[in-house]
């Protein structure tokens, strides 16, 4: 079992920056893979980034790549987004979900975990 807990989000202007922490429980994070996901109202959730369970690995929905970032610390049982030149179409709701390490993609479906989730809004 791995429970998450998002954090970091909030409200900002077009062109700032957030940092989205996402903390999980238990001593096998480690041998997880993570992804963020987002979901922006009446629409579905959309994948947004990937690491793999050792860091290796990362890749990103063409929307985000080159502003956003992904990175995790399995010291610190802890994946994080750092989210720059933010858009207003960025806005929605963060998921953080962890996958078995080697199963973890872009689609939603292969992820076990998810969090509460966190509310980014981006203004115009």
């Known amino acids: 079992q791995v429970q998450l807990v998002e954090s970091g989000g909030g409200l900002v202007q077009a062109g700032g920056s957030l940092r989205l922490s996402c903390a999980a429980s238990g001593r096998t994070f480690s041998s997880y893979d993570m992804g963020w996901f987002r979901q922006a109202p009446g629409k579905e959730r959309e994948f947004v980034a990937f690491i793999s369970w050792s860091g290796g690995t990362t890749y990103y929905a063409d929307s985000v790549k080159g502003r956003f970032t992904i990175s995790r610390d399995n010291a610190k049982n802890t994946v994080y987004l750092q989210m720059n030149s933010l858009k207003p179409e960025d806005t929605g709701v963060y998921y953080c979900?962890?996958?078995?390490?080697?199963?973890?993609?872009?689609?939603?479906?292969?992820?076990?975990?998810w969090g509460q989730g966190t509310q980014v809004t981006v203004s115009s």
């Open positions: 979900a962890a996958a078995r390490q080697g199963y973890g993609s872009s689609r939603y479906a292969h992820y076990d975990y």
